[in-house]
Structures are given as C-alpha cells and as structure tokens.
T-cell receptor, first 114, second 114 residues
C-alpha cells in the first residue's frame, strides 16, 4: 500500500537554526515527491517537487530536499530558518502516469521562535 | 495564476442537515479533489473527479457524495451531517507542469457540526 511517513510531528527551533524534516515513502513504481507548506490561516502551497534528474531539489524560500532512492526518503532542509517559516509542512507522494492521486504524510508543525 | 475558490471559509451546521461545499477552479483543469484535514492525520482523500460527471472514491468516502456537472465546479455533499464530520475540508485541482501533475489547493472550509 502507498504511504508517506513524517517522523517529526512538532519541531521547535530558534531563528537561524538549521532545519531537517524527515519523510519516508512507500510507493510502487515511479514516484513523484512533493513538499507542501501551510502557513497559519493560509492555503496549502507547493514548496518543491521531485520527479526525475538531480536528486537535490531546490524550492521556494530557500528550502531544498534530497531524494535518496535507496532509503525511500525525501527530507526537507533549510540552512537557517526564520520566524516566518512557522507553518505546517506536508510531504506527499504520487505516481507519474496518467491521473495522479497524492498520498500525504501526517504533517510536521514547525514553530520558529524569534 | 491558478485560482481555486471555496464557497465558505467557515460553516456551522446541525447534526442531520444536508451540507453542500462548493469548489470552483478557473484554469480548465480536468482533475479535482476533495480532502479533509484533521490534526495528526494530515490530508485524507474523500473523492476525486477526472472529468465532468466522473467521480472516484478516495480513501474515506463514507458519509459523503460528490457532484461534477461542470468542469470548473466540484461539489462535496454531506447527506446527513454528523459530529465526526467536523473538520477542515480542502478542495484541489491539478494540472501538468513539466510532465508532473501538481495540485493547487483552495483556502479550505472549516465545518463545525453541532
């Protein structure tokens, strides 16, 4: 069965600290991977995606993620977080043929203290 | 700019009422989705549609139905609302960007059933 696991449910960091959020997936066949972010009171937005090529993917707002096929992982990173990064982050996986459904992880709430 | 709109941001209904949640997208996307978002559970797919009048069950369709009479509009129906359907409901539509289906989300409807 397809599934996505996010290991950290709540993360608290100080500004300027480095961030790494874990994501592991179980998905048969070729997989596309996504990180979405939901800022307080706002709609879900796409941060970055991986579908092929360079396993290190750069997204918006200084975020990046690395696809490690052997570990079935797609961890999100940012070298130095800001207070404005306080949000909930969701990892998602989907297929790349025809119609695509996404399977989402349970989310990680990040709180960045100033 | 892709725009997905939902008819209400907040809704309060009584147990047993029939509830309609409306979603409209303005980009001629074929695929549309309804999710519910609950703390600690992430996003779970209720129903999706890949064309007008076409619908498929997602992971948690019980207690819900959908309607897609026009390409731009996808409605979620709670036939007889119950308190366990109190949740945030997210609509999304998807399109292909560089060979990958990306989903775009509406702002959500927070439904409370009393």
């Amino acid at each position: 069965a397809q599934s996505v696991s996010q290991h950290n449910h709540h993360v608290i960091l100080s500004e300027a600290a480095s961030l790494e959020l874990g994501c592991n997936y179980s998905y048969g066949g070729t997989v596309n991977l996504f990180w979405y972010v939901q800022y307080p009171g706002q709609h879900l937005q796409l941060l970055l995606k991986y579908f092929s090529g360079d396993p290190l993917v750069k997204g918006i707002k200084g975020f990046e993620a690395e696809f490690i096929k052997s570990k079935f992982s797609f961890n999100l990173r940012k070298p130095s977080v800001q207070w404005s990064d306080t949000a909930e982050y969701f990892c998602a996986a989907g297929g790349n043929t025809g119609f695509q459904k996404l399977v989402f992880g349970t989310g990680t709430r990040l709180l960045v203290s100033p | 700019d892709v725009k997905v709109t939902q008819s209400s941001r907040y809704l309060v209904k009584r147990t047993g009422e029939k509830v309609f949640l409306e979603c409209v997208q303005d980009m001629d996307h074929e695929n549309m989705f309804w999710y519910r978002q609950d703390p600690g559970l992430g996003l779970r797919l209720i129903y999706f549609s890949y064309d007008v009048k076409m619908k498929e069950k997602g992971d948690i369709p019980e207690g819900y139905s959908v309607s897609r009479e026009k390409k731009e509009r996808f409605s979620l129906i709670l036939e007889s609302a119950s308190t366990n359907q109190t949740s945030m409901y997210l609509c999304a539509s998807s399109w292909v960007v560089a060979g990958v289906y990306e989903q775009y989300f509406g702002p959500g409807t927070r439904l409370t059933v009393t």
